[in-house]
């Protein structure tokens, strides 16, 4: 069956980094386009990023453009968010779901991972 | 950019029908027949609902339909039961591989 398994989240000094990895197993990640979404707590989902299945294409919300970067390992059936220079405000859970059509919905979601930005 | 309007919460009573409205603009909702709906139980994961618009993926009840007019999407939950109590997100397609959610309605069964 289809499982995402996100690790690699933490707590991390405000400008720190972290890199979150997705591990998919149940599908091969190279036919999907896959995403980054997250929850702060108590609030609502945000769409983070996309990238596509063959790794050639990606994008990103305006408030993590230039600090966030989005990668793919298809061998090794996993999918990357690389944070840099972090801000309190990035502060949540992170999802990683599989893309169905190019973007236009989500149908498997992993566990999340959470991040905390403090110091 | 700011996130689809939903109303903070509705509610029901078990076996009534509830209604919860997603408003977007000509850019997201209103220009694409790709709206999404999620359902999240406290501490879990989003599941996917409903897709392009009103499609149920296999394995998600008759209860739960979905439309679409102008910029304003709908789920409508009818009979409804205890296990429905949960979190619902719209999401809307926005064009080049982006995506918006809505802000989210707690739905409450009286």
């Not at chain 2, 009103?54 to 739960?64: A, E, I, L, Q, Y």
């Not at chain 2, 939950?77 to 809505?102: K, M, N, R, V």
Request: net charge neutral.
């Amino acid at each position: 069956q289809v499982q995402l398994v996100e690790s690699g989240g933490g707590v991390v000094q405000p400008g720190g980094s972290l890199r979150l990895s997705c591990a998919a197993s149940g599908f091969t990640v190279n036919n999907f386009g896959m995403h980054w979404v997250r929850q702060a707590p108590g609030e609502g989902l945000k769409w983070v990023s996309y990238v596509r299945s063959d790794g050639t294409y990606t994008s990103y919300t305006d408030s993590v453009k230039g600090r966030f970067v989005i990668s793919r390992d298809n061998p090794k059936n996993t999918v990357y968010l690389q944070m840099n220079s972090l801000r309190p405000e990035d502060t949540a859970i992170y999802y990683c779901a599989r893309d169905r059509g190019g973007a236009e919905y989500l149908d498997y979601w992993g566990q999340g991972t959470l991040v905390t930005v403090s110091s | 950019q700011s996130a689809l309007t939903q109303p903070r919460s509705v509610s029901g009573s078990p076996g009534q029908s509830v209604t919860i409205s997603c408003t977007g603009t000509s850019s997201d909702v209103g220009g694409y027949n790709y709206v999404s709906w999620y359902q999240q139980y406290p501490g879990k994961a989003p599941k996917l609902l409903i897709y392009d618009v009103s499609k149920r993926p296999s394995g998600v009840p008759d209860r739960f339909s979905a439309s679409k007019s102008g910029n304003t999407a709908s789920l409508t939950i009818s009979g409804l039961q205890a296990e429905d109590e949960a979190d619902f997100y719209c999401c809307s397609y926005t064009g080049t591989y982006t995506l918006i959610f809505g802000g989210g309605t707690k739905l409450t069964v009286l």
